[in-house]
């Protein structure tokens, strides 16, 4: 298995070149593929489940983003079908509570990875077909129990809860088909099923928003708001009038196992309903609820009733710059324990060949999320915490079709002074990397 990983990385990694076959570049002021020559003689260039949407609405699952989002990534397409493939690896270094005030922090050289390809095409005048395929080699190259994140919480490691790390990602963190059928110009209908997929709950997951591509943590609030984007079993229906969508979905809770190689038992034990509104070209609006079943292995009597509100902005700035950013709220809520909250803000500047960008959470975490000793610390106690990352990231290269930028970010946390005795008072952490990512959205012919 670890050979066969090893082949995918280098797969993931000579795509980018592969796909770009006699590329032609948009310019960077492109933010719709409405207009572009071909688009109604050739390939559907539209929204995964729209003919009448553009690209750039396209989110993770079936969210949406604004239509002024920039995309990354490399078109190709033949007389039938459009594919898209985009990614983003990250060669770094992480170590978290820097001056070692705490005794929860950790080090690691790791390379936290995603791959995706997509591919559409039209069936007859007013059906759109539609696939994806999303891979991650985490588990080869950040182990088992994932990389250090202080206060990150959620799934698990050898039969003990994963605290203060991100957990990877599965090898298939994607894999669905999606059918929609215009009704007319303004509305549609259409059905996704996802073997791993993405159930209409919470925003864009963070690894798809434009405000946090630049940055290779997870947000500490990922349990709260996305962090159903892999679920082994998931269908989604859903209805589409101008640019208001309301959607459902039935999926499996459980949150994938330990083994990141294989393909979960499918249970459709949960629900979850999102309500979207694009109110302009530059804003993405969502309010959504799910009731997930027993989402946690190690705690399978837990149900929880999850609800999230966001909104994400993109605008162009000039020819060469964008500002994205993204706020959200999310609460779980289990029977037996109190709604803890989740907030989250952030934002990122990228221009021609630098980007910047920021980050601001606070998470009420349990003594439970945070594997505390309840005879101590209470078995109702949350405790408040708060994150803020800077970062910035320049392109060294750009060899076609791929980027590759040198970049570093510095997180502060502050949490209850009762946690001090772990943490240390106001941790610091330190991140250095190199990131190999497309460009900005290229196309090609077959």
């Given at each position: 298995m670890r050979k066969i990983s090893l082949l995918l990385l280098g797969w993931m990694l000579a795509s980018f070149p592969v796909f770009a076959q006699h590329e032609h570049h948009m310019t960077d002021s492109d933010t719709s593929m409405q207009d572009m020559p071909g688009?109604?003689?050739?390939?559907?260039?539209?929204?995964a489940f729209s003919l009448q949407l553009p690209m750039?609405?396209?989110?993770?699952?079936?969210?949406?983003?604004?239509?002024?989002?920039?995309?990354?990534g490399y078109m190709v397409h033949n007389d039938k079908w459009m594919y898209m493939i985009h990614g983003n690896i990250f060669l770094r270094y992480t170590k978290q509570d820097l001056t070692n005030k705490g005794s929860r922090g950790g080090d690691q050289f790791d390379a936290p990875n995603w791959l995706m390809l997509m591919a559409q095409r039209k069936v007859g005048k007013n059906g759109l077909f539609h696939y994806e395929v999303m891979l991650s080699l985490d588990r080869i190259t950040e182990n088992g129990n994932g990389y250090p994140l202080l206060f990150q919480s959620g799934e698990s490691w050898q039969g003990k809860a994963l605290v203060d790390r991100q957990h990877p990602h599965d090898l298939f963190s994607g894999l669905s088909?999606?059918?929609?059928q215009a009704l007319s110009k303004r509305s549609d209908v259409f059905i996704y099923v996802g073997y791993p997929g993405e159930p209409s709950i919470g925003s864009v997951a963070f690894m798809h928003r434009p405000s946090s591509l630049n940055g290779p943590d997870a947000p500490i609030t990922h349990h709260?708001?996305?962090?159903?984007?892999?679920?082994?079993?998931?269908?989604?229906?859903?209805?589409?009038?101008?640019?208001?969508?309301?959607?459902?979905?039935?999926?499996?809770?459980?949150?994938?196992?330990?083994?990141?190689?294989?393909?979960?038992?499918?249970?459709?034990d949960s629900w979850s309903g999102r309500f979207s509104y694009n109110p302009t070209a530059n804003w993405a609006l969502q309010v959504s609820h799910a009731y997930v079943k027993s989402p946690e292995a190690l705690h399978p009597g837990e149900n929880v009733h999850r609800t999230t509100a966001s909104a994400?902005?993109?605008?162009?700035?000039?020819?060469h710059s964008t500002f994205n950013a993204t706020a959200l709220w999310g609460l779980n809520k289990s029977e037996g324990h109190g709604g803890e909250n989740a907030v989250l803000a952030e934002a990122s500047i990228n221009c021609k060949r630098a980007a910047f960008y920021m980050r601001y959470e606070w998470v009420q975490k349990s003594v439970e999320e945070l594997d505390l000793d309840k005879g101590i610390y209470g078995e109702h106690t949350l405790f408040p915490v708060n994150e803020i990352v800077a970062g910035v990231s320049y392109d060294?290269?750009?060899?076609?079709?791929?980027?590759?930028?040198?970049?570093?970010?510095?997180?502060?946390?502050?949490?209850?002074?009762?946690l001090n005795s772990l943490y240390g008072k106001s941790p610091l952490a330190l991140e250095v990397f190199l990131r190999i990512y497309p460009a900005r959205m290229v196309m090609g012919g077959m």
């Open positions: 688009m109604h003689d050739g390939p559907p260039m539209s929204h750039n609405r396209n989110g993770s699952g079936t969210g949406w983003l604004p239509d002024a989002s920039p995309m990354y088909v999606g059918y929609t709260w708001n996305d962090g159903t984007h892999i679920t082994f079993g998931v269908v989604t229906i859903g209805y589409r009038y101008d640019n208001f969508k309301l959607e459902a979905s039935s999926f499996n809770g459980r949150e994938p196992n330990e083994n990141r190689y294989s393909f979960d038992k499918p249970r459709f994400i902005t993109s605008y162009p700035l000039n020819k060294l290269l750009h060899v076609k079709p791929v980027n590759v930028a040198v970049g570093g970010q510095f997180s502060m946390y502050h949490a209850d002074e009762r």
